[in-house]
């Protein structure tokens, strides 16, 4: 495991650091997510996963309501709205401290979803699906997540053409979009490489072996690998078979100095972590 950066972003008035690595649990707010046993369309169903979540030890929820599986529906703004903020009252009225980060690539979602308690902007297109979004990020004065895609949902899986290599690419691409926004604003950054978004399985196995060469960048790295393909492929099995399959590459990911692993399942990953954090700890 490599010496840890000290990295840390604002949260309104608090301060997450990474001195050790988070755990954020995924809430999927949608009737079509490819891991059925995520699925949490109506509210109460939802609040019950945050509590479980939060008694695993979870230290962010992600919460989305627009499928970014690869082929997954197009659906209109309001219908995005009406799944995530009812939500997101909730979480806030039930758990006040809790922090969430609202997944959505477009900005109307994002705005709204701030001003009903949300912390971080997650965006699966760093801002390139909505010409809007990163006004509305230096707005809100939320942290970014901001990850590395090609195209969108409908059309990712045929644009992995990478000459250079998909780890030169990645760091390319990051290295340029870290100018670009903190030229315009002082919001705090989170990078993610983009797992299982225009990569091929052989590419998704590339970039996690050389996760660590992200370090360079001097941002968080969000690793999202929670019963993807990537391990469903190698594995032949299906999603509700691959929490052990995440273990491992989640294990993997740390070793490489990940900072947050999004998952569905906060109580494996946050044993993980422990684990992880002992035996660097001699």
Known sequence: MIKSQHLSIKIKQNILAFDTPKVMGIINATPDSFYNNSRKIYVDDALIQV???????????????YSSRPGAEHIKVQEELNRVLPIIEKIKEEYPDTIISIDTFRSEVAREAIL?????INDISGGSLDNKMYDTVYK???????????????????????PNGVTHEVIKYFSEKKAEFISSGDNDLIIDPGFGFAKTLEQNYELLNNLELLQSLQLPILVGVSRKS?????????????????????????????NILRVHDVKPAVECVKLMQQTVSF
Do not use: C, F, W
């Not at 997540?145 to 644009?159: A, E, F, K, S």
């Open 51 to 65: 509590e479980q979540m939060l008694a695993d030890g979870a230290s962010i929820l992600d919460i989305g309501g």
């Open 116 to 120: 009903k308690g949300a912390d971080i």
């Open 230 to 258: 990537m391990i469903n492929k190698v594995l032949n099995i299906t999603p509700q078979e691959a929490l052990n399959g995440t273990t491992v590459i989640n294990t993997i990911a740390l070793s490489k100095n990940a």
């Open 140 to 162: 809100s004065g939320a942290p970014y997540i901001m990850m590395h895609m090609r195209g969108n949902p409908q059309t990712m899986t045929d644009l992995t053409e990478y």
